[in-house]
């Protein structure tokens, strides 16, 4: 059985940092890759970062610079760090990989920049 279990997010002030968590099982974690996305209020689901099975990362330009993917493949994790958060960054985020990198989903967790 696939599943893709969260941690982290919560709230946070405007320019504070989250780490969000992610544990892979069911399928063979370290030859694929793994993003994340995120939902917000009233947008389509929008991907954020993704990172190959060796480590080479993409990021979107609305986080490039601020946010970084990391993966430990002994682990089956993969994380997100988040620094300088905006109340923009408020939404459900989601882990995704496997065959493809929308295959499977963790259970989301919500994020709030807020002061």
């Known amino acids: 059985q696939v599943q893709l279990v969260q941690s982290g997010g919560g709230l946070v002030q405007p320019g504070g940092s989250l780490r969000l968590s992610c544990v892979a099982s069911?399928?063979?974690?370290?030859?694929?890759?793994m993003g994340w996305y995120r939902q917000t209020p009233g947008k389509q689901r929008e991907w954020l970062a993704s990172?190959?099975?060796?480590?080479?990362?993409n990021y979107a330009t609305s986080v490039k610079g601020r946010f970084t993917i990391s993966r430990d493949n002994a682990k089956n994790m993969v994380y997100l760090q988040m620094n300088s958060l905006k109340p923009d960054d408020t939404g459900v985020y989601y882990c995704?990989?496997?065959?493809?990198?929308?295959?499977?989903w963790g259970q989301g967790t919500q994020v709030t920049v807020s002061s």
């Open positions: 069911g399928f063979r974690f370290s030859v694929y890759a």
């Open positions: 995704t990989g496997g065959a493809s990198l929308r295959a499977y």
């Open positions: 990172i190959g099975p060796g480590g080479s990362t």
